[in-house]
C-alpha cells in the first residue's frame, strides 16, 4: 500500500484546508486511515481516524469539533477537512494505513504516506 498525501499550504489563522490521501492497490475498502501530525521539535501526534466503511470515527481532543475525516472508497482517497485553523496547527500532517477495522489513537499502523506542510498564520 502507498499513501500519498497533498493538499496542505499557508493558511491565515481561521481559515480552512482540506488535506487529501491517495492510497494505491485494491485493499482500500479494508483497511482503516488515520491522520497524524508532527511539529517541530515535537513527537508526532494522532489526530483522527476512520473505519473500513466510514461509519466509525476518532478524534484528538484537540481537534474535535475543528476537523473531519472522510473518506471515498470508490476513488481510494481520505480526507482531513480542517476548519478553524490556529497557528500551534502548523506541522507536517501524515496520513496512515492500518487492517484494523475501526483504527483509533492507540492502533498501530502499518503504511505511511509522506507529510504535507500546514502552515497557520498569526
Known amino acids: 500500500v502507498q499513501l500519498q498525501a497533498y493538499g496542505g499550504g499557508l493558511v491565515q489563522a481561521g481559515g480552512s484546508l482540506r488535506l487529501s490521501c491517495a492510497a494505491s492497490g485494491s485493499r482500500f475498502s479494508r483497511l482503516g486511515m488515520g491522520w497524524f501530525r508532527q511539529a517541530p521539535g515535537k513527537e508526532r501526534d494522532f489526530l483522527a481516524s476512520?473505519?473500513?466503511?466510514?461509519?466509525?470515527?476518532y478524534y484528538a481532543d484537540s481537534v474535535k469539533g475543528r476537523f473531519t475525516i472522510s473518506r471515498d472508497n470508490a476513488k481510494n482517497m481520505v480526507y482531513l477537512q480542517m476548519n478553524s485553523l490556529k497557528p500551534e496547527d502548523t506541522a507536517v500532517y501524515y496520513c496512515a494505513a492500518t487492517s484494523v477495522v475501526a483504527p483509533n489513537s492507540k492502533t498501530v499502523y502499518d503504511y505511511w504516506g509522506q507529510g504535507t506542510q500546514v502552515t497557520v498564520s498569526s
Open positions: 476512520i473505519s473500513w466503511g466510514g461509519s466509525t470515527t
